[in-house]
């Protein structure tokens, strides 16, 4: 595989497994894995206890900059889907057919991007109604791949959502 940049959001309180995993997997694929933060941050500490180094600024980059984006759950989505910046960077890789892959809160983010209606999804079973109140159909399913959208339910189901990710990337 030729080096994909894939972005990872990060807020504090991101989800500790939900970065790191997809994060070392990425680097063992060959691909550039980069955490994106915001302004003024320089590190964000997981629910966890554990901090990772923002590499760039979510104001500094565009989507065509990235080959995808994974968004990690936790309490950090509920902080990154305020942002505009953040929303535009995901409606955007969406919008030009990239990977867009979250797992458990994340697909918060994707919600409040505007891409989720029309959109088979799964994510944590505690915002599925948020889900289909926003027009996507949820299941119950370790990973789900719908288009260039990957969503995952939890921890457990890291090696099924990376495994979507890996392939979709390849």
């Not at 991101?14 to 980069?34: N, Q, T």
């Not at 789900?144 to 990957?150: Q, S, T």
Request: glycine share 8%; aromatic share 8%.
């Amino acid at each position: 595989m030729h080096e994909k940049r894939i972005g990872i959001l990060a807020e504090d309180e991101f989800e500790d497994l939900e970065l790191y995993y997809p994060y070392f997997r990425l680097i063992e694929a060959g691909c550039k894995a980069e955490i994106i933060g915001s302004r003024g941050k320089d590190y964000y500490k997981g629910k966890k206890g554990l901090s990772i180094k923002k590499d760039v600024d979510i104001e500094d980059i565009e989507p065509q900059d990235y080959d995808g984006v994974i968004i990690p759950g936790g309490w950090a989505p509920d902080r990154l889907r305020r942002s505009d910046k953040v929303c535009s960077f995901v409606s955007g890789m969406y919008r030009q057919g990239k990977l867009v892959a979250s797992i458990c809160h994340g697909p918060w983010v994707l919600i409040s991007s505007n891409i989720v209606k029309g959109h088979t999804m799964t994510a944590t079973q505690a915002i599925k109604d948020d889900l289909l109140n926003a027009g996507a159909h949820w299941v119950d399913r370790a990973a789900v791949r719908d288009g260039n959208i990957i969503t995952s339910r939890n921890p457990h189901d890291l090696p099924a959502f990376m495994k979507e990710i890996l392939s979709f990337i390849d």
